[in-house]
């Protein structure tokens, strides 16, 4: 079997490989001249997604803190879990869960 060169799968292999024609072999351009690039365009929505996202990843004073204190008072033997903080927390995770 011989590769001629040619085709889709020299073609293929080119991309994949990154071999660069020289100027012996190479094909003129497909694309006319003049023609249009290609644009992106990012919608308002998904603008508005990566803001959000960019403030989830933002470290949260109030949060920090809180975990302080916790970490402080479960240290200290002075943290007192009350079990009807616990289960309205549970009960407002789990209903919070199932509406997102």
């Known amino acids: 079997m011989e590769i001629s060169g040619h085709g889709k ?4 292999a080119r991309l994949l490989l990154g071999v660069q024609e020289t100027d012996a072999t190479a094909k003129p ?17 998904a603008q508005e997604l990566r803001r959000i996202l960019a ?20 240290d200290g033997g002075t943290y007192d879990v009350s079990g009807r903080r616990v289960g ?13």
């Open 9 to 12: 799968a020299d073609h293929l």
């Open 29 to 45: 351009s497909l694309a006319p001249q003049g023609a249009v690039k290609d644009q992106v365009h990012i919608s308002e929505q």
């Open 88 to 100: 309205d927390a549970l009960i407002k995770h789990v209903l919070t869960e199932t509406v997102v």
């Open 55 to 74: 403030m989830t990843q933002e470290p949260d004073a109030a949060r920090i803190a809180r975990i302080d204190q916790i970490k402080q008072d479960l």
